[in-house]
């Protein structure tokens, strides 16, 4: 049985594409309603890792999280969507909508690292720069049970993704 009861995230061709930092979206792209409907709330992210006791069953829900992005194609997986601090290969794209909220697409070659940005789509989607760069995302993850759980080289590494998101916009 799985830990995880969430419809598939994201469709490949739903990805969206920049171009000189000015972001565009495929015309077959789901409309920020749609994907923020398949997404889970911190809530239950917080309320789901609390259900667990063991770290190991932890980690198999993490890894469970990760396996729910859909990888990038090779073409996006590019130096302008790449994000350094990390020791996996971290990519990302994002968008704007209308109404200045923020959508976030990840992908990783490791696992553990793309079930923490699962849970950085879970915090940061559907949010103004404004509410992006108040969040404490470690205040988050220890109330998941996980920040005593992450080694230093990770945390360092989700620490370069969490600068870059809110980091926009200054």
């Known amino acids: 049985n799985s830990y995880l009861d969430v419809p598939y995230l994201m469709e490949e061709e739903t990805i969206a594409e920049s171009k000189d930092n000015n972001q565009e979206v495929k015309n077959n792209e789901p409309s920020l309603k749609e994907i923020d409907d398949r997404i889970m709330t911190i809530d239950d992210l917080i309320s789901n890792f609390n259900m667990i ?4 069953d932890k980690y198999s829900y993490l890894i469970e999280l990760g396996r729910e992005i859909t990888p990038f194609p090779s073409e996006e997986k590019i130096e302008e969507n790449r994000i350094y601090g990390c020791s996996a290969s971290v990519w990302w794209k994002y968008k704007i909508d209308e109404n200045s909220k923020y959508s976030f ?3 990783s070659d490791a696992l553990i ?3 923490l940005l699962y849970i950085l789509m879970v915090i940061f989607n559907q949010k103004n ?3 992006i760069q108040n969040i ?3 205040e988050l ?3 998941m049970g996980l920040s005593e759980h992450l080694s230093n ?3 360092v590494g989700i620490s370069s993704v969490i600068a870059k998101i809110q ?3 200054k």
């Open 167 to 169: 980091n926009l916009g």
């Open 129 to 131: 720069i404004s509410e």
């Open 136 to 138: 404490n995302v470690f």
């Open 53 to 56: 006791d063991d770290w190991n």
């Open 105 to 107: 697409l990840f992908d």
């Open 153 to 155: 080289q990770r945390q």
């Open 141 to 143: 993850f220890n109330k």
């Open 113 to 115: 690292v793309k079930g």
